[in-house]
């Protein structure tokens, strides 16, 4: 069975740096891509950052040159988020998708205040 469990998230001021992780067991990241979504309130579901299984990385364009997707050994995926802004508040998700299916993880909650 997968499963994802984020942490890192909290409470930061505007420009300040936070770093999320995603912690993955029952795949191995070495062959699975995974992505890291957020949702503030009242907005839908967002991609931020997105690592390929070969390495290959991409992001949104809102978080392009502050946010670095990474990855530890074949288990976590990480989320390096610096120059915060309070437009990064929100909710965010790791993501998994294979054998067809979606996998996420419960969510950290990230706060960014002016």
């Known amino acids: 069975q997968v499963q994802l469990v984020e942490s890192g998230g909290g409470l930061v001021q505007a420009g300040g740096s936070l770093r999320l992780s995603c912690a993955v067991s029952?795949?191995?990241?070495?062959?699975?891509?995974a992505d890291w979504y957020r949702q503030a309130p009242g907005k839908q579901r967002e991609l931020v950052a997105g690592i390929e299984a070969g390495g290959r990385t991409n992001y949104a364009d809102s978080v392009k040159g502050r946010f670095t997707i990474s990855r530890d050994y074949a288990t976590t995926v990480n989320l390096q988020m610096n120059s915060l802004k309070p437009e990064d508040t929100a909710v965010y998700y790791c993501?998994?998708?294979?054998?067809?299916?979606?996998?996420w993880g419960q969510g950290t909650q990230v706060t960014v205040s002016s």
């Open positions: 029952g795949i191995s990241f070495r062959s699975n891509g």
């Open positions: 993501h998994v998708y294979t054998w067809g299916v979606n996998y």
